[in-house]
């Protein structure tokens, strides 16, 4: 009997603070061009984790932007905020294995301190709501294969220390959130800004200590501003412009360093769509990790 491969799942995973501005909706295209290039799911997942920051109607927003760009997801909306059993249960694994431990350390405790010191490692804090919760990092090396950057290589413990998994408000941290919603999604492959690649280890670390299996990782070049900012709600990035559609998605292709065809530029955008599947090569941004919006062509 020959072997199948593992079917592809991928997804765009937003979060709700906000309108999406020309670098999310980038990444959303590329995660898209991916999946349906390798003939996979894209699924989309809010995540909403992160309450203080959440702005009124920025979900609804969202959706609403996507389907205006016809980046269609397959299934259910995912959203964070729904899934807290599952997180508690991921908790609990880890606490009977000894991993995670209570952390009384305050931002002022830390100021200047690059990597955690483990000052309350064996400090034997009961892990209730009073304090923030660490994971346990092991002096291990980490490495993987990344679809862009390629191999990298990096020791959590020596980078990081023992990280935030659960923060003092309660709040699950999105190192930990993450890891838990890419297994209960079954996601194969992840398509992400190369801001996240710091991420990626201490992620692989949970992966490894829940037995969960570990996607495929590809980190894109970050869209920056003409003064090297990277587009964000936090540096005021303006909200993509939807009204004209097929002209910001030929730009985006153009981004991606796609090479659409001028012909292409007044497309219907589901005919945009079509070509930017059946052209797909990522392998056109190899290795960068910074991408200027000025490098658009006119």
Request: glycine share 6%; net charge positive; proline share 7%.
């Amino acid at each position: 009997m020959p072997q199948h491969s593992p079917p592809y799942i991928g997804r765009f995973a937003p979060s709700p603070t906000g309108p999406l501005h020309l670098g999310s909706l980038y990444t959303a295209l590329a995660s898209y061009l991916d999946a349906r290039r390798h003939r996979g799911l894209w699924l989309l997942r809010i995540d909403d984790l992160d309450t203080p920051r959440n702005a009124p109607g920025a979900s609804d927003a969202i959706l609403r932007c996507l389907s205006r760009f016809e980046l269609h997801w397959d299934g259910s909306v995912y959203y964070q905020s729904r899934q807290q059993e599952s997180y508690a249960l991921a908790f609990e694994q880890l606490r009977q294995q000894q991993w995670i431990y209570a952390c009384r350390c305050s931002r002022k405790d830390l100021a200047g301190i690059p990597v955690y010191p483990g000052r309350c490692r064996e400090a034997g804090f009961p892990l209730d709501g009073s304090s923030a919760w660490r994971l346990r990092v092991s002096d291990v090396s980490i490495r993987f294969h990344d679809a862009l950057q390629g191999w990298i290589d990096e020791n959590p413990a020596l980078e990081h220390g023992d990280f935030i998994v659960r923060r003092k408000d309660g709040i699950v941290a999105y190192q930990f959130a993450v890891v838990i919603d890419d297994f209960r999604q079954r996601v194969s492959h992840v398509v992400r800004g190369a801001d996240l690649l710091d991420s990626t280890t201490r992620q692989r670390y949970l992966q490894t200590l829940l037995g969960y299996p570990e996607p495929a990782y590809m980190h894109l070049p970050v869209l920056v501003d003409p003064l090297g900012n990277k587009l964000s709600k936090q540096t005021l990035a303006a909200p993509v412009d939807d009204t004209r559609p097929a002209y910001t998605l030929f730009l985006l292709l153009q981004l991606l360093r796609q090479n659409p065809p001028l012909c292409l530029r007044k497309a219907p955008v589901a005919e945009q769509l079509a070509w930017g599947v059946a052209h797909w090569r990522p392998q056109t941004l190899e290795k960068i990790r910074t991408m200027h919006t000025s490098e658009q062509q006119d």
